[in-house]
């Protein structure tokens, strides 16, 4: 007789787990704990964003100095030294980065909000609220690029994000220097004295291909909870600015296929803050064309392809709705006529909330309102507790989602991660039904060990057929059962390797039937050595009901930690769905010149279909910008597949003056073989009043 835990008791037994491991969370505010410190400088001088450190209070700021490289956890041989200093009303950063081979240094990208591969950069962290779970990241690279993001408790990047903020950046004969100016009223932040900041830096040298780090540990060195101290902030008479930002905009959008139409828009985005550390959003009729945010991509998957959010209206506490289980995702809201959000944190909360009304698009289009209310609660050093709530009531029916999360440490290296959600659904299946309704469940637990070079996870996911939510993205269902991950990542100066991976991933799912839904064995390795080579080999044995799957591949990297020098080769073969395959592909990025970066991406799969004649199917992709200076440039997509589905972009952008942009926009794409081709043509103006 066979039997299956049921995940009827999933919620008792869980609820157990969670009230003993509150009993050993803990925590310490304590300024002078055992990690890095320096104090910043309050000052009433002016700073000449200009990135030559000839400001006198430089020379009476306090150093951050000691960085740290990973691969060898001593002193890194090229140092970096960091000061800082404030006002009432921004934030001064001043970096030294020594290089005693400048004229090697790599710095080329000048894209801003775009991550510097392939070059020297620096990252400066900030956890203003001292929260160690989130942070703000300001990125330079040696020509004063900027990248900014912020990250949540489940330590995903929301690139998303971004703010105005000064840099400038010097190339001199043995090192880059650049400042950062940055508004306070950008930051969520107390309005306090006597404060402490979480705060990290890292620099990344491609030459030497190190990284290093101020506050360093072997694990987890990129998240909050392992920074260093920033103090002596007093901030209880800081100038609290409400960064009022109104963004007007005006586009249009022409078809010119069987019938041209042509579409004409006009909306807003006001953003402000009500307190130094909340703040509100309101929209109305957004522009969403998506000029910056997707990504170039055609791909054959058999799941919903996820996309990251660009968007201006999303832009604050986008981080907070990452959850283990994605039961929020943006980009369903397709349409938007008028929404409103509040995000960001009190005392030992974090939360956003948001109301939308317009159109929602999951399988087809469903027009109505949508509030959605998430709350993190901070339990003691790093754990926290979540909880998420969503009503969605349209035209055809309603959708409501409650769920609870956490992340629990038990220990430094130990910790519980759990999710539970129900969802109360009465939405047709198909526009052309009637509504039906419906409770499912989703729960997720896992028990999670993580060790340098060690990182191991237990758990057990259970997702019944219809726990679907409407504004969620779930890419599969009706599954439950155990899956098991154990990867080994080391780094050495000393070794015969400079990295070394190895990862095995199981996942056994049945459905609730009983029979076996998906079982997958994974088995992934790779090392790089010291003269940049990298080498990685991987086997994959998948059974997707009712298909057993297996692929198998091999890999080459020729100059590995140089982006933009390097050449990848790999060979893959196996079977997908009965159709045994061996598969080619070939990537190379180059720039020809500074302002000309390109990557190429050819793919070519020989098929073996049964009882068919063999086939061999490609995809070719070319991506490329060009610079004619800083505030103007041309994007390019050039993707096409052998059945005659393609896919051609092109993005022409212009920042004529500041804070105002105009965008013109050509796009023709193929989706569906045989199909008819679509070819469009936008152009959008924008304006920001700050």
């Not at 049921?6 to 505010?29: A, E, T």
């Amino acid at each position: 007789m066979r039997t299956r835990f049921s995940f009827r008791y999933f919620p008792g037994c869980f609820l157990s787990v969670v009230l003993l491991s509150l009993n050993v969370c803990f925590g310490h505010d304590d300024p002078n704990a055992t990690v890095p410190s320096f104090s910043a400088l309050k000052v009433d001088a002016p700073l000449v964003v200009d990135g030559i450190l000839d400001e006198p209070f430089w020379q009476r700021a306090e150093a951050a100095k000691n960085f740290i490289d990973i691969r060898t956890d001593r002193p890194a041989d090229q140092q970096t030294t960091v000061r800082i200093a404030y006002t009432r009303t921004h934030l001064y950063i001043a970096v030294e980065c020594l290089d005693d081979k400048i004229d090697e240094i790599r710095a080329t990208e000048l894209r801003e909000d775009r991550f510097f591969r392939g070059d020297d950069w620096v990252e400066v962290h900030l956890d203003p609220m001292h929260s160690h779970r989130a942070k703000y990241a300001f990125f330079s690279n040696p020509l004063g690029t900027r990248l900014d993001a912020t990250e949540g408790p489940y330590g995903r990047f929301n690139t998303g994000w971004s703010a105005e903020w000064d840099l400038a950046a010097k190339i001199h004969k043995d090192r880059w220097t650049f400042e950062m100016r940055i508004p306070l009223a950008i930051l969520n932040y107390k309005r306090e004295d006597n404060q402490t900041w979480g705060i990290n830096f890292t620099r990344n040298l491609v030459r030497t291909d190190v990284s290093s780090f101020w506050s360093y540990t072997p694990t987890d060195y990129y998240k909050p909870r392992n920074f260093g101290h920033l103090t002596g902030l007093d901030l209880a008479e800081s100038r609290f600015d409400r960064n009022l930002e109104v963004t007007p905009y005006l586009s249009t959008h022409t078809d010119f296929n069987s019938d041209t139409q042509t579409e004409i828009q006009t909306g807003a985005d006001i953003n402000f803050r009500l307190t130094p550390s909340i703040i509100t959003s309101w929209t109305v009729n957004p522009d969403f064309a998506q000029v910056e945010a997707d990504a170039d991509t055609i791909e054959l998957r058999d799941t919903e392809r996820f996309l990251p959010e660009k968007r201006l209206f999303f832009r604050e506490g986008e981080e907070l709705m990452r959850m283990r289980n994605t039961l929020y995702y943006s980009r369903r809201f397709s349409d938007i006529d008028a929404g409103a959000k509040v995000s960001g944190d009190w005392r030992d909360f974090k939360f956003s909330f948001l109301d939308i009304y317009g159109q929602t698009t999951h399988d087809y289009d469903f027009h109505g309102n949508s509030s959605v209310i998430r709350v993190l609660n901070n339990v003691g050093e790093k754990s926290n507790l979540g909880y998420y709530f969503s009503d969605s009531e349209f035209d055809m029916g309603h959708s409501r989602v409650a769920s609870a999360d956490g992340n629990l440490f038990l220990s430094e290296y130990f910790r519980v991660s759990y999710q539970f959600s129900l969802e109360d659904d009465n939405l047709p299946s198909d526009p052309n039904e009637a509504a039906q309704s419906g409770r499912d469940y989703l729960g997720y637990t896992s028990v999670n060990y993580e060790k340098y070079p060690w990182d191991i996870r237990l758990s057990y996911l259970g997702i019944t057929e219809g726990f679907n939510p409407v504004l969620g993205y779930i890419p599969r269902r009706d599954i439950f059962g155990p899956s098991f991950r154990a990867r080994y990542y080391a780094r050495s100066s000393e070794q015969w390797y400079k990295s070394l991976l190895a990862e095995l991933d199981i996942d056994y799912y049945e459905n609730e039937t009983h029979e076996t839904a998906l079982r997958d064995y994974s088995f992934v390795t790779g090392f790089a050595l010291h003269n940049d080579m990298g080498f990685r080999f991987g086997h994959d044995e998948d059974f997707h009901a009712p298909y057993n799957n297996r692929r198998t591949t091999i890999g080459v990297d020729l100059n590995e930690s140089d982006y933009w020098r390097s050449t990848e080769v790999g060979w893959g073969f196996g079977t997908f769905e009965q159709t045994e395959y061996d598969e080619l592909m070939v990537a190379k990025r180059l720039k020809p010149f500074e302002r000309w970066p390109i990557r190429h991406e050819f793919t070519v799969r020989f098929e073996r279909p049964p009882g068919n004649q063999d086939d061999t199917v490609w995809l070719n992709r070319i991506i490329f910008d060009y610079f004619f200076s800083d505030d103007m440039w041309i994007k390019s997509s050039l993707q096409h597949r052998s059945t005659g589905v393609y896919n051609i972009s092109l993005i022409y952008g212009w920042e004529f003056i500041r804070d105002a942009h105009c965008y013109l926009v050509f796009n023709s794409i193929d989706e569906e073989e045989n199909g008819e081709p679509i070819h469009s043509i936008f152009a959008k103006l924008v304006y920001t009043f700050r």
